[in-house]
């Protein structure tokens, strides 16, 4: 018997983060998003520098579920069909066949995905919607659980093709990865080499147990106060006078699953006022767009940090 069966999904949701915690060290909070993330159906868009541990999260996380991982580097002649597939010829049966590209997997990491053209970036994010690719007129759809895990350097402009508002808003929630702390470093350099970083766990689910833990986030209560807490706080984003595009409805959906997500790692049957407080700014920043010079995530948090300060918490 493998030490998946007989395990609650509860102890199996606790096993995927400690694993992971394994490898991404020092990061519990951003484990636990992104974690809460996958498993409310919503994907993720990571900015940091280079080298603090994306693509460690995106592996870890398709090894945790048993599943399948496809990295993708978007470049500039990166075309649609390179990340969706095409249809060959198959000469023995003299028909064509369709060839699935990289982004036929459980997760899928889109490496610098603002360095790409805008046909490729539709091309993935429409998939993200949809969870399903239409090539040629036919249909295909995406493996089950699908995540995508999106990269991009916010210090770095040149060159780049900068997601517009209603693509972002396709991302669930946005995270900042960050360097470790001092001992989590230090544990890192000592560990590892050049040749030899781990980033690849013990399984601790299958993939269909991702689905019936999905099952359980929307079995998580929301009271009516819950609801109402959340609706004002993307209202108030909307009427804040530095704000040129506040938060969609899309938006404060994410934030009712992600706050569930949360709920449920911490082992509550309810959503509590504090588990939207923390999910807020995670899955609200990149959908605020603050006016004139001031736009950037650095303004979109301190609006978003206001907002939470002053929209009254149910309890």
């Given at each position: 018997?493998?030490?998946?069966?007989?395990?609650?999904?509860?102890?199996?949701?606790?096993?995927?983060?400690?694993?992971?915690e394994t490898v991404l060290l020092g990061k519990r909070e951003s484990v636990n998003l992104a974690i809460a993330s996958f498993i409310a159906g919503g994907h993720v868009l990571l900015e940091d520098v280079p080298g603090t541990g994306k693509t460690t999260l995106a592996r870890?996380?398709?090894?945790?579920?048993?599943?399948?991982?496809?990295?993708?580097?978007?470049?500039?002649?990166?075309?649609?069909?390179?990340?969706?597939?095409v249809h060959i010829l198959d000469a023995d049966r003299k028909s064509f066949v369709f060839s699935p590209g990289p982004l036929f997997a459980n997760v899928?990491?889109?490496?610098?995905?603002?360095?790409?053209?805008?046909?490729?970036?539709?091309?993935?994010?429409?998939?993200?919607?949809?969870?399903?690719?239409?090539?040629?007129?036919?249909?295909?759809?995406?493996?089950?659980?699908?995540?995508?895990?999106?990269?991009?350097?916010?210090?770095?402009?040149?060159?780049?093709?900068?997601?517009?508002?209603?693509q972002l808003d396709r991302f669930n929630l946005r995270l900042r990865l960050?360097?470790?702390?001092?001992?989590?470093?230090?544990?890192?350099i000592r560990e590892n080499n050049l040749l030899t970083m781990r980033d690849g766990i013990p399984a601790a689910m299958r993939p269909e147990q991702v689905r019936a833990l999905r099952v359980e986030v929307d079995r998580v209560t929301v009271h009516d106060a819950i609801v109402d807490y959340i609706q004002r706080i993307a209202a108030a984003t909307r009427r804040h006078p530095a704000v040129r595009l506040g938060a969609s409805p899309r938006g404060a959906i994410g934030l009712k699953s992600t706050s569930q997500a949360l709920a449920l790692l911490s082992g509550r049957d309810h959503v509590?006022?504090?588990?939207?407080?923390?999910?807020?700014?995670?899955?609200?920043?990149?959908?605020?767009?603050?006016?004139?010079?001031?736009?950037?995530?650095?303004?979109?948090?301190?609006?978003?940090?206001?907002?939470?300060?002053?929209?009254?918490?149910?309890?």
């Open positions: 018997m493998s030490s998946m069966e007989g395990k609650s999904l509860a102890e199996l949701l606790s096993s995927l983060r400690a694993n992971i870890a996380l398709s090894s945790g579920i048993s599943g399948t991982f496809r990295r993708i580097q978007f470049t500039s002649d990166l075309l649609p069909q390179d990340i969706i597939g899928v990491l889109a490496d610098e995905i603002n360095r790409s053209n805008p046909r490729a970036q539709s091309a993935l994010l429409e998939a993200m919607s949809e969870r399903q690719v239409t090539v040629d007129n036919r249909t295909y759809p995406l493996p089950e659980p699908f995540l995508v895990i999106a990269t991009q350097n916010p210090y770095e402009q040149h060159g780049t093709y900068p997601l517009p508002e209603s960050s360097y470790p702390d001092r001992d989590s470093e230090r544990r890192l509590t006022p504090g588990d939207v407080r923390r999910a807020a700014i995670p899955v609200l920043c990149h959908r605020v767009f603050p006016k004139g010079d001031a736009a950037g995530s650095e303004a979109a948090q301190a609006i978003l940090e206001e907002v939470l300060s002053v929209v009254p918490s149910p309890l």
